[in-house]
């Protein structure tokens, strides 16, 4: 008698490790990607986020402020401030101001310089994460 540990999905569609996953990866995407699924998440992460704004404010606080230093860090004496203040003010409704190389990544790290700035949308900034794209 062998101990098979694979079994079919509850859709029945695929095999899958029941030792190791709970569902199969294609079913469990496929039902987030589903407008229940999706609703289902957002109301559970809406609940989450009032539940915990204490936590949530405090875990926020720290990240701004290392950030702060991080961007304090990397501006050199001879950077332009008022040029940079300049590009912040004239940001576009819907974008954010990037830094083309980031200030602290694996591969390299730029400087807060108004060479190394540029608009992005919210959506691409936020998706661009630490990456450097040219």
């Known amino acids: 008698m ?4 694979f079994k079919l999905c ?7 490790n029941r030792a ?15 407008p229940e699924g ?8 809406r609940l989450w986020l009032a539940k915990n704004m204490d936590h949530v404010r405090k875990y926020r606080n720290i990240y701004k402020t ?12 001879w950077a332009d401030l008022k040029k940079i203040v300049e590009i912040y003010v004239a940001c576009p409704p819907g974008h954010e101001v990037d830094h083309k190389i980031p200030l602290q990544s694996k591969i390299a790290c730029g ?3 108004p060479e ?8 691409k900034n936020r998706s661009k994460g630490n990456r450097y794209y040219e």
């Open 2 to 5: 062998s101990t098979n540990s």
């Open 111 to 113: 400087l807060h310089v």
């Open 66 to 77: 290392y950030h702060r230093c991080v961007k304090k860090q990397r501006t050199p004496r």
């Open 38 to 45: 999706r609703a289902k998440s957002t109301e559970s992460a």
């Open 20 to 34: 190791q996953h709970l569902q199969c990866p294609d079913c469990k995407n496929a039902r987030r990607r589903s």
């Open 10 to 16: 509850r859709r029945g569609l695929h095999d899958f």
């Open 116 to 123: 190394n700035l540029q608009y992005l949308p919210l959506t």
